[in-house]
């Protein structure tokens, strides 16, 4: 039976990415501790905003404003419908504080 390999010490970056690179981290499942996740509390909130309950809607919007829409999303590197999801609870978070 083959003796499953150890994570050695390893003395810079560039080690440990040659030891990596050459070994199968599942083999090594056994040699780490689980650690707790703590998350920033701006991820912790985002993250709780996207488990609420959401429901489909039907909305018109212009072509033109679509395609800036469409446009911008791109440039952020996200999908569109999440930055008009966005851009909503933002304005809405104005008129809640200014009312």
Same mark, same amino acid.
């Given at each position: 039976?083959? %003796?499953k390999? #150890?994570?050695?010490?390893? *003395?810079?970056?560039q080690?440990? #990415?040659d030891?990596?690179?050459?070994?199968d981290t /599942? $083999? =090594?499942?056994?040699?780490?501790e689980?650690?707790? =996740? /703590? !998350?920033?509390p701006?991820?912790?909130?985002k993250l #709780? #905003?996207?488990r609420?309950? *959401?429901? /489909?809607?039907?909305?018109r919007?212009? &072509?033109?404003?679509l395609?800036r829409?469409?446009?911008? &999303?791109?440039? *952020?590197?996200?999908p569109y %419908?999440t930055?008009? %999801?966005l851009?909503?609870?933002e304005? !809405? $978070?104005?008129?809640?504080?200014?009312?």
């Open positions: 039976m083959a %003796q390999p #150890r994570i050695p010490e390893f *003395k810079d970056e080690e440990a #990415r030891f990596f690179d050459t070994h /599942v $083999e =090594l499942i056994g040699e780490t689980p650690e707790e =996740l /703590v !998350l920033a701006e991820l912790a909130e #709780r #905003r996207r609420e309950r *959401k429901e /489909v809607i039907t909305i919007i212009s &072509a033109p404003h395609a829409i469409r446009r911008i &999303a791109a440039r *952020k590197g996200i %419908q930055l008009i %999801q851009w909503l609870a304005a !809405l $978070e104005r008129e809640y504080r200014s009312s």
